[in-house]
């Protein structure tokens, strides 16, 4: 635990932003179906919600920029890269094994390590993290943006190489799932999309691709922050979602496989917001608004583990058989005071401002906990 350094300002709000979507995507109120822009497309497709991750991901690019301004000894670097990396891994795998035990006929057993999901955010987080972190350190700008397009060309072509002739990209027969089913097995997998893991190994290196553009993208605006500075970020970002409009009928939007076309977009988009961002932001005071987001942005994985730690432990405490606190408030207080998707998004809401309470709790104090 450390205070934090001086930071931008947009930074800060953006990730924060990331954060509170991701908990509204997470825990949407039971009782009622979230909006449709709220749920993840079911394979190819692009929604609101499919723009979360990446944008945290390219927010991790972004603090690699100020975090990675000194350069230690090679040794002291890759050993301080690769113990945070396995922190994170390793706490995103006890966050699923959480909470250990089954409570089954009223007794508890233990949760078998063999059942146990290996992938998911925060090893993806982790994977890319650490791959991110030795590119930019030995690599410069210009090579960065050629690795990026080898990146997402080279995923491209493993799809197409190994994916079954006629349909590379199916959910069960694409190159990353066959991949996953053999390194890791079925019983480590994402159970409840038929198989598929949505944070498989082999999409690890595209997305690594959003973290690059993050680190690029947060080094141009340490330069060139001004009014055509800006622009010209805005206008790349443009440039890139139309660029991955282009793609999409070669090599179709989709966040679940993690597609090029899906990186170019979602890069485009970030680098738009980004710059509106720092537009409106740098320069002036925090306004109310920015301040709810700032406190996300100063600490958003632990909040963002606690969001998901403290849902499950609410499920765990049942008020009704088969009914747990979360699934009990979001039936019988929003969807009693409005019902439908309006309910589900309210309760969902509800529950970020709580995790946001932790984060104003630590800001508070002065607390910023880097993993």
């Keep these: 635990m450390e205070k934090p350094a001086t930071r931008f300002l947009s ?75 396995a922190l994170i891994f390793v706490l995103g795998f006890l966050m699923y094994w959480y909470p250990f035990a089954d409570h089954v006929g009223g007794t508890w057993t233990l949760k078998p390590f063999a059942d146990t999901r290996i992938m998911g955010v925060l090893q993806r987080i982790a994977l890319c993290y650490a791959l991110a972190a030795f590119t930019v350190r030995y690599l410069s700008p210009r090579w960065l943006v050629a690795l990026s397009v080898l990146l997402l060309l080279g995923h491209w072509a493993l799809l ?60 141009y605006l340490k330069t060139a922050a001004d009014r055509r500075g800006l622009v010209r970020m805005a206008l790349t970002g443009i440039l890139l979602a139309a660029a991955a409009f282009a793609w999409n009928p070669f090599f179709p939007i989709g966040k679940k496989l993690w597609t090029g076309s899906f990186v170019l977009l979602t890069v485009g988009l970030d680098l738009v917001i980004l710059a509106a961002l720092a537009a409106a932001l740098e320069g002036r005071r925090p306004n109310p608004i920015a301040r709810v987001f700032q406190v996300f942005g100063l600490n958003p994985l632990v909040i963002y583990l606690f969001s998901e730690l403290f849902v499950t432990t609410l499920q765990q405490i049942e008020v009704a058989p088969g009914v747990g606190v979360y699934d009990w408030i979001g039936a019988n207080l929003f969807q009693a005071a409005a019902p439908g998707p309006v309910g589900s998004l309210l309760c969902a809401i509800a529950y970020t401002l709580v995790c946001w309470l932790l984060g104003y709790i630590l800001d508070r104090r002065r607390i910023v906990i880097r993993l």
């Design 11 to 85: 930074l800060d709000v953006f990730r924060g932003l990331a954060v509170a979507l991701m908990i509204v995507v997470n825990t949407p109120g039971p009782g009622a179906h979230p909006y449709p822009w709220l749920v993840h497309a079911k394979w190819f497709g692009f929604t609101a919600a499919d723009a979360v991750f990446p944008s945290f991901l390219f927010a991790v690019g972004c603090s690699m920029a100020f975090a990675f301004s000194q350069r230690p000894p090679a040794g002291a670097f890759a050993l301080k890269v690769l113990r945070r990396a």
């Design 160 to 219: 197409l190489a190994f994916g079954p002739p006629g349909d590379p990209f199916s959910k069960l027969g694409n190159a990353g799932t066959r991949l996953d089913l053999f390194v890791l097995g079925p019983q480590h997998l994402y159970r409840r999309d038929g198989g598929f893991d949505p944070e498989g190994l082999l999409g690890t290196l595209p997305a690594t691709v959003n973290v690059i553009a993050g680190y690029l993208a947060a080094r």
